[in-house]
């Protein structure tokens, strides 16, 4: 079983047994929250609000993905962070939610 613990603003998994912290993959969780928001938008009807809506969260995925593949975790708040994999929960778990 694995804990959650802070490091920087994104979180870092900790073993249940202790030892060194492995990093959460966010690069493939905000990949794929951008790859669907974009595909949201090229694909579906959506009204003007929420299609703002949709593009600041693609802009904020954009920006975390940027700062994390730049090794710069530290600028990214844990809460914001959250809020946007909570969103797209399916993407932001590499799965399909097809049930």
Known sequence: ???LAAVGSIPARLPATGGTIEVVSDVGDLTAVVT?????LA???VDDQDRE????D???ATLFLAAVRS???ELIR???YFDLLERYPAQAQGGNDES
Do not use: K
Request: charged share 45%.
């Open 1 to 3: 079983m694995l804990r």
């Open 36 to 40: 669907e928001i974009e595909s949201r």
């Open 43 to 45: 694909n579906e009807q």
């Open 53 to 56: 809506s949709l593009l600041h």
């Open 58 to 60: 693609r802009d904020r």
């Open 71 to 73: 090794g710069r975790r």
């Open 78 to 80: 844990q809460d914001l």
